[in-house]
C-alpha cells in the first residue's frame, strides 16, 4: 500500500470515528508537502504501517504504554497542582501498547529531520546518543518529573522565551474565528467543566493547530475571570491510529490512563471528558516551538531530557525498566542510530511520493 492510498483508508476509518473539519484536512494536506518534519508529524497512521517492515526487530521488543506520536515539537510546559512549571510531552492523541522503540526511534527520527532543516545544530549520532543515555538514566532512576524551579534552571531559561508573554499570546487566542453553526453540547460540557466558575460567560473559537490531529474538530472557550483573560480548549479525540493498522475494532482510548500512570508532575487542567480532551490554555502552559528558544543551548542536554522524559512516560507501564534493560542490552550499540536512520530514509521516500502527488 503506498502512502496516497494508506492516507485515503486511513481518513475514511477516521471518519467513522469522529466528526472531520473537511477545510482542516485540506490544510493539513498542503502541510505534508510543505516539509519532511511537517511529513512526519502528519502521518502517525503510515509511521506505524511501515514500521515492522522497516525496523522488522524492534516491532517484537517489550510493550509499554507509550506515546505513539512522539517528535522534538510534542514537549511544553504547564503548572502542576502546586503551581510549578513543569516541562514535559504534552500531547497523546496517539497513545497506545506499543514496541518501547517507537517512541525512541520516532523522536530520534524527528530530530535528525530537525537537524536537516538547520532547527539543530548537533550531529546526527549524537542525536540518538543523547536520547539514550537520557532513556537510560531515566529508567535507571526509577523517573523523575521536570519541576523548573530548584533544579532544571537551565531549560527554565531556555523555555521561557518571547512566546510566552501573555500580550501576543492573548491577541492570537482572541483573534480566532468565532465558531459557526451549532457547538456539539459534549464539547461544551467538557470546556464548562474545567471552567473555574459555574455559569461563567465564555465565547467559542475554532482553533486550528497541530498537524497529526488537523482535521479533528477544536473549540476553545474563551473568557473574562477575575481580571483577566482565560482559555479552555476541547480537542475530539479518537482510538489511536494503531487500531486501524492493527484491523482492530476498540475503540479505547488510553490518554488519561497514561497520564494517571506515568512518572510526570501532570497537569490538573488536561481531563479526559468523554470523547474530548479538555486542558487550559495560557502562556505558561503550551507547547514549547524549538524556533522560539534561544539560539545558544545545549542540544545535546535538551535532547538527552526529552529521552530521560520518554522513560518517566513509559515507567507507568509495571516492571517497565526491567524488561527494556534487558532487550537494550542484548542490541548493537548504535541500534537507535540504524533504526532511526532506516526509519527516516524510508519517511523521506514516502515524502516524496506524497509530494509527486
Given at each position: 500500500?503506498?502512502?496516497h492510498?494508506?492516507?485515503?483508508?486511513y481518513?475514511?476509518?477516521?471518519?467513522?470515528?469522529?466528526?472531520?473539519?473537511?477545510?482542516?484536512?485540506?490544510?493539513?494536506?498542503?502541510?505534508?508537502?510543505?516539509?519532511?518534519?511537517?511529513?512526519?508529524?502528519a502521518?502517525?497512521?503510515r509511521?506505524?504501517?511501515?514500521?515492522?517492515?522497516?525496523?522488522?526487530?524492534?516491532?517484537?521488543?517489550?510493550?509499554v504504554?507509550?506515546?505513539?506520536?512522539?517528535?522534538?515539537?510534542?514537549?511544553g510546559?504547564?503548572?502542576?497542582?502546586?503551581?510549578?512549571?513543569?516541562?514535559?510531552?504534552?500531547?497523546?492523541?496517539?497513545?497506545?501498547?506499543?514496541?518501547?522503540?517507537?517512541?525512541?526511534?520516532?523522536?530520534?527520527?524527528?530530530?535528525?529531520?530537525?537537524?536537516?532543516?538547520?532547527?539543530?545544530?548537533?550531529?546526527?549520532?549524537?542525536?540518538?546518543?543523547?536520547?539514550?543515555?537520557?532513556?537510560?538514566?531515566?529508567?535507571?532512576?526509577?523517573?523523575?518529573?521536570?519541576v523548573?524551579?530548584?533544579d532544571?534552571t537551565?531549560?527554565r531559561?531556555?523555555?521561557?522565551?518571547?512566546?510566552?508573554?501573555?500580550?501576543?499570546?492573548?491577541?492570537?487566542?482572541?483573534?480566532?474565528?468565532?465558531?459557526?453553526?451549532?457547538?456539539?453540547?459534549?464539547?461544551?460540557?467538557?470546556?464548562?467543566?474545567?471552567m473555574?466558575?459555574?455559569?461563567?460567560?465564555?465565547e467559542?473559537?475554532?482553533?486550528?493547530a497541530?498537524?497529526?490531529?488537523?482535521?479533528?474538530?477544536r473549540?476553545?472557550?474563551?473568557?473574562d475571570?477575575?481580571?483577566?483573560?482565560?482559555?479552555?480548549?476541547?480537542?475530539?479525540?479518537?482510538?489511536?491510529?494503531?487500531?486501524?493498522?492493527?484491523?482492530g475494532?476498540?475503540?479505547?482510548?488510553?490518554?488519561?490512563?497514561i497520564?494517571?500512570?506515568?512518572?510526570?508532575?501532570?497537569?490538573?487542567?488536561?481531563?479526559?471528558?468523554?470523547?474530548?480532551?479538555?486542558?487550559r490554555?495560557?502562556?505558561?502552559?503550551?507547547?514549547?516551538?524549538?524556533?522560539?528558544?534561544?539560539?545558544?543551548?545545549?542540544?545535546?542536554?535538551?535532547?538527552?531530557?526529552?529521552?530521560?522524559?520518554?522513560?518517566?512516560?513509559?515507567?507507568?507501564?509495571?516492571?517497565?525498566?526491567?524488561?527494556?534493560?534487558?532487550?537494550?542490552?542484548?542490541?548493537?550499540?548504535?541500534?537507535?542510530?540504524?533504526?532511526?536512520?532506516?526509519?527516516?530514509?524510508?519517511?523521506?521516500?514516502?515524502?516524496?511520493?506524497?509530494?509527486?502527488?
Amino acid at each position: 500500500m503506498n502512502v496516497h492510498k494508506a492516507t485515503g483508508e486511513y481518513e475514511a476509518w477516521l471518519a467513522k470515528q469522529i466528526t472531520i473539519v473537511p477545510a482542516d484536512l485540506s490544510l493539513k494536506h498542503r502541510q505534508m508537502s510543505a516539509s519532511a518534519f511537517f511529513f512526519l508529524r502528519a502521518t502517525f497512521y503510515r509511521w506505524m504501517q511501515i514500521f515492522p517492515e522497516v525496523c522488522g526487530t524492534f516491532a517484537k521488543a517489550p510493550k509499554v504504554l507509550g506515546v505513539g506520536d512522539l517528535h522534538v515539537q510534542n514537549f511544553g510546559t504547564w503548572r502542576d497542582v502546586e503551581a510549578r512549571l513543569i516541562w514535559g510531552i504534552n500531547d497523546f492523541d496517539e497513545t497506545y501498547m506499543l514496541p518501547y522503540a517507537v517512541d525512541l526511534i520516532r523522536l530520534s527520527v524527528s530530530a535528525h529531520m530537525a537537524v536537516r532543516d538547520a532547527h539543530l545544530s548537533i550531529g546526527a549520532k549524537d542525536v540518538c546518543d543523547a536520547i539514550l543515555d537520557g532513556y537510560r538514566a531515566g529508567l535507571a532512576s526509577g523517573g523523575k518529573p521536570f519541576v523548573l524551579a530548584e533544579d532544571h534552571t537551565w531549560l527554565r531559561h531556555m523555555v521561557s522565551g518571547d512566546l510566552r508573554d501573555p500580550i501576543p499570546f492573548w491577541e492570537k487566542l482572541d483573534s480566532l474565528p468565532r465558531a459557526r453553526g451549532k457547538v456539539p453540547g459534549t464539547a461544551e460540557e467538557a470546556i464548562e467543566h474545567l471552567m473555574p466558575a459555574k455559569n461563567l460567560k465564555y465565547e467559542v473559537a475554532h482553533r486550528v493547530a497541530g498537524l497529526g490531529s488537523l482535521g479533528r474538530e477544536r473549540y476553545v472557550g474563551l473568557a473574562d475571570y477575575a481580571g483577566s483573560r482565560i482559555a479552555r480548549e476541547a480537542k475530539a479525540l479518537a482510538p489511536s491510529a494503531c487500531v486501524w493498522v492493527d484491523g482492530g475494532k476498540s475503540r479505547k482510548i488510553f490518554y488519561q490512563q497514561i497520564l494517571d500512570e506515568c512518572v510526570r508532575a501532570c497537569d490538573p487542567f488536561v481531563r479526559l471528558k468523554g470523547r474530548w480532551i479538555v486542558r487550559r490554555l495560557a502562556p505558561d502552559c503550551s507547547r514549547v516551538d524549538l524556533a522560539t528558544i534561544p539560539k545558544e543551548r545545549d542540544e545535546s542536554r535538551l535532547l538527552r531530557a526529552m529521552g530521560w522524559e520518554t522513560a518517566n512516560v513509559h515507567l507507568g507501564t509495571a516492571g517497565a525498566a526491567k524488561f527494556i534493560v534487558k532487550d537494550m542490552d542484548k542490541r548493537d550499540k548504535r541500534w537507535l542510530h540504524e533504526a532511526a536512520e532506516a526509519m527516516l530514509a524510508a519517511t523521506l521516500k514516502d515524502w516524496g511520493a506524497w509530494r509527486k502527488g
